[in-house]
């Protein structure tokens, strides 16, 4: 909620003839806890002089002053022959109420802060309860229970997850008590912030203006029959995970497109695995996909080995190591000259592929899933659209990855008519397309049914 200005608090209290004025200070305060205790802190100070004019008369009586009225509009105004410093400041204050009020009020604000440190100190105690990354600002906003701004980070550069319906990540920040001590730290892996990591891949833990936990996320890879890939990462998910009432935090990152990892820390940021996968993943949610109480990680994207769309779900607890894709299985290290594989991961729990349909291969495109939208409930079912340069299907599975049905959307049934008119195609769109696209859909590894 955006604060009041200062000004417009000290009109309301000084003119109550504004009636629009007066309905949305009056409406403001009732829901900002900061700005109502503003407002009663400036209309304190003129009750202080309110209280001082009545009493004012009778201290003049005794000495030579002369006081006159000076009209301008509605506001009166004092011009006054004090002879010492304290009638002249006194002087100045009747003249000039607006200035010198605010002059005055922050005296007062500062005053009551020494005065009251101890109750002051434990009003703004250091407890996050939720935030938003603003992108128009630029900032990541920490907000206490009481929606009160507790802290502001900054990144740099545009971010590089778009949020729209290509990128559905599922975080790029989290809150969570990682060390037990009953306040909540800042886990985001948002790019350049707050000048704390100047990289485009890392994680950062903070809390209460210090840097916890600062990491580089991804490293040197070669991958069988290309040159390599340089660690120029970009994180792109986060996920907070529970494992034996511990907190660990999971970062997935891409180069580029491929390859995409994963990396796995404690909640103390030492590192317990990586996972690699040659393929990018446009959607990461956590979920507990088998009903087993603990959450598991699903990816929706696709395979660049073999250049067709893709899901996979990983148990994050088992990765352990730095460990591959059984289905891209081709990372490997120069290690004394000699190439090495990475061990294959026990980690993937499933991981299906869908094989590209006549009208793709014959417009020579690439096609990825993108989530469309994930149930967990115990009827679950689960929702995934399919998209690609030129068409769109949405992908129903149940809670065991099964297919159940394929469906087409509206933009689709439209592109193909075209086709067919034209002539460009020779089949048309009908339950014998969506069964065979149905039966396209190649399980390499499930474990769940």
């Given at each position: 909620?955006?604060?009041l200005?200062?000004?417009?608090i000290e009109?309301?209290?000084?003119?109550?003839?504004?009636?629009?004025l007066?309905e949305?200070?009056?409406?403001?305060?009732?829901?900002?806890?900061?700005?109502r205790?503003?407002?009663e802190?400036?209309?304190?100070?003129?009750?202080?002089?309110g209280?001082?004019?009545?009493?004012?008369?009778?201290?003049?009586?005794?000495?030579?002053?002369?006081?006159?009225?000076?009209?301008?509009?509605?506001?009166?105004?004092?011009?006054e022959?004090?002879?010492?410093i304290?009638?002249?400041i006194?002087?100045?204050?009747?003249?000039?109420?607006?200035?010198?009020?605010?002059?005055?009020?922050?005296?007062?604000?500062?005053?009551?802060?020494?005065?009251?440190?101890?109750?002051?100190k434990k009003?703004?105690e250091?407890?996050?309860?939720?935030?938003?990354?603003?992108?128009?600002?630029?900032?990541?906003?920490?907000?206490?229970?009481?929606?009160?701004?507790?802290?502001?980070?900054?990144?740099?550069?545009?971010r590089?997850i778009?949020?729209?319906?290509?990128?559905l990540?599922?975080?790029?920040?989290?809150?969570?008590?990682?060390?037990?001590?009953?306040?909540?730290?800042?886990?985001?892996?948002?790019?350049?912030?707050?000048?704390?990591?100047?990289?485009?891949?890392g994680?950062?833990?903070?809390?209460?203006?210090?840097?916890?936990?600062k990491?580089k996320?991804g490293d040197?890879?070669?991958?069988?029959?290309?040159?390599?890939?340089?660690?120029?990462?970009?994180?792109?998910?986060?996920?907070?995970?529970?494992?034996?009432?511990?907190?660990?935090?999971?970062?997935?990152?891409?180069?580029?497109?491929?390859?995409?990892?994963?990396?796995?820390?404690?909640?103390?940021?030492?590192?317990?695995?990586?996972?690699?996968?040659?393929?990018?993943?446009?959607?990461?949610?956590?979920?507990?996909?088998?009903?087993d109480?603990?959450?598991?990680?699903?990816?929706?994207?696709?395979?660049?080995?073999y250049e067709?769309?893709?899901?996979?779900?990983?148990?994050?607890?088992?990765i352990?190591?730095?460990?591959?894709?059984?289905?891209?299985?081709?990372?490997?290290?120069?290690?004394?000259g000699?190439?090495?594989?990475?061990p294959?991961s026990?980690?993937?729990?499933?991981?299906?592929?869908?094989?590209?349909?006549?009208?793709?291969?014959?417009?020579?495109?690439?096609?990825?899933f993108?989530?469309?939208?994930?149930?967990?409930?115990?009827?679950?079912?689960?929702?995934?659209?399919?998209?690609?340069?030129?068409?769109?299907?949405?992908?129903?599975?149940?809670?065991?990855?099964?297919?159940?049905?394929?469906?087409?959307?509206?933009?689709?049934?439209?592109?193909?008519?075209?086709?067919?008119?034209?002539?460009?195609?020779?089949?048309?769109?009908?339950?014998?397309?969506?069964?065979?696209?149905?039966?396209?859909?190649?399980?390499?590894?499930?474990?769940?049914?």
């Amino acid at each position: 909620m955006k604060h009041l200005d200062e000004n417009l608090i000290e009109r309301y209290i000084l003119d109550k003839s504004d009636s629009r004025l007066n309905e949305i200070v009056e409406a403001h305060i009732k829901e900002c806890s900061g700005c109502r205790a503003l407002f009663e802190e400036i209309n304190e100070f003129y009750e202080l002089i309110g209280e001082f004019d009545a009493s004012r008369q009778k201290l003049l009586s005794s000495k030579q002053v002369n006081i006159i009225p000076i009209f301008s509009g509605n506001q009166i105004q004092y011009a006054e022959n004090e002879k010492n410093i304290l009638g002249k400041i006194r002087g100045i204050i009747r003249e000039y109420p607006m200035r010198s009020g605010a002059g005055l009020l922050v005296a007062g604000i500062c005053f009551s802060f020494i005065l009251f440190n101890g109750l002051s100190k434990k009003n703004k105690e250091y407890k996050p309860d939720h935030f938003i990354e603003n992108d128009k600002t630029s900032t990541l906003e920490i907000y206490d229970k009481d929606r009160e701004i507790i802290d502001e980070l900054k990144w740099k550069e545009n971010r590089p997850i778009q949020k729209d319906n290509f990128e559905l990540h599922k975080a790029t920040t989290e809150l969570a008590d990682l060390n037990k001590d009953g306040v909540k730290e800042i886990i985001t892996v948002i790019p350049n912030i707050q000048g704390m990591l100047n990289i485009k891949s890392g994680l950062i833990v903070y809390s209460s203006g210090k840097v916890l936990i600062k990491k580089k996320i991804g490293d040197e890879i070669k991958y069988l029959g290309w040159n390599g890939y340089n660690d120029n990462f970009e994180s792109r998910a986060l996920v907070i995970i529970d494992n034996m009432e511990k907190k660990e935090i999971i970062v997935g990152a891409n180069h580029e497109r491929s390859p995409y990892l994963f990396s796995r820390f404690d909640s103390g940021g030492n590192k317990l695995g990586e996972f690699w996968h040659y393929g990018h993943f446009a959607s990461v949610y956590d979920l507990d996909i088998n009903s087993d109480g603990k959450n598991e990680i699903i990816c929706f994207g696709v395979n660049d080995d073999y250049e067709e769309a893709a899901i996979l779900v990983l148990d994050p607890r088992k990765i352990i190591g730095k460990v591959q894709s059984k289905v891209t299985n081709k990372f490997f290290e120069i290690v004394n000259g000699d190439s090495v594989f990475l061990p294959c991961s026990d980690a993937e729990l499933a991981y299906l592929r869908v094989e590209k349909n006549d009208l793709e291969k014959k417009l020579i495109t690439k096609t990825t899933f993108i989530a469309e939208k994930v149930k967990n409930s115990s009827n679950q079912v689960a929702v995934y659209k399919f998209r690609s340069n030129a068409s769109g299907f949405l992908f129903h599975f149940n809670n065991k990855l099964q297919i159940i049905d394929v469906t087409p959307t509206d933009g689709t049934k439209m592109f193909f008519n075209q086709l067919y008119f034209e002539g460009e195609i020779d089949y048309k769109l009908d339950e014998e397309y969506l069964l065979k696209l149905k039966n396209n859909v190649f399980y390499e590894i499930n474990t769940l049914f």
